[in-house]
């Protein structure tokens, strides 16, 4: 049974505006001057800024007619775009596809057939380390994905390359942290992940401020960070 247009309306409009709050003490424990204000993702219904981008990318496909009524929207996720889109397409009454790694946590894929989705997982690759995804892992589940999007008639909603992931953080995400910040924003980090968040935030900060700075965070252990050959997938 889907959901009615108005709870699926509320749902949807649910996406968003999260608050932005002062973490004054962290700061002051870390000798930093000035404000650390930290952008609470977690709030919207997925418990996580992938609904953004979720929703962004359907309403793009719908309105370009590149998603077709009712039709099967698939798409590989280690969990949080898979959770967003889940939560989307149930609310817009498109049937959802989750791919996912047998090396990515089980909770999540609970979590995305809760939300109604069909989860696919994928074999991992031979020699695969325990709880880590691999480059030849995720290409097994990229691999899968495009087969079942042809099996299937189906639209891919590919978050690595379609616009609507960086459009969704600069059309709300930036807006937002600019508004609530009183425009007083002198730096932005973010994760790196697919970089849609930082982009797409930090087009719309450099249009308010050129002056503002980002920067992108990953673990020591990063390819990139640590010097080690990055692998192509």
Excluded at 65 to 93: F, M, W
Aim: net charge neutral.
């Amino acid at each position: 049974m889907n959901p009615s247009p108005t709870l699926s309306n509320s749902i949807l409009d649910a996406i968003g505006d999260t608050p932005l709050v002062e973490v004054a003490r962290l700061a002051q424990a870390q000798n930093l001057n000035g404000r650390l204000l930290v952008k609470c993702e977690y709030l919207n219904p997925g418990s996580s800024k992938k609904d953004r981008i979720a929703l962004e990318m359907i309403r793009e496909a719908k309105a370009k007619g590149d998603l077709r009524p009712k039709q099967v929207v698939i798409e590989l996720t280690s969990g949080n775009t898979g959770t967003g889109l889940a939560i989307v397409c149930r609310a817009l009454d498109h049937p959802f596809v989750a791919v996912m790694s047998r090396g990515n946590t089980m909770e999540r894929a609970r979590m995305m057939r809760a939300l109604g989705a069909e989860v696919v997982l994928v074999d991992r690759a031979p020699g695969s380390l325990p709880n880590q995804v691999s480059g030849d892992d995720l290409a097994r589940v990229e691999e899968r994905a495009q087969e079942l999007t042809r099996e299937r008639g189906a639209y891919r909603c590919d978050q690595f390359n379609l616009a609507g992931n960086c459009l969704a953080h600069e059309r709300t995400t930036g807006p937002e942290i600019w508004q609530q910040a009183g425009g007083q924003i002198d730096i932005f980090l973010d994760f790196a992940e697919t970089a849609g968040t930082w982009t797409g935030v930090m087009r719309t900060l450099k249009r308010m401020n050129p002056e503002v700075r980002g920067y992108l965070v990953e673990p020591r252990e990063a390819a990139v960070l640590a010097g080690s050959e990055i692998s192509q997938y």
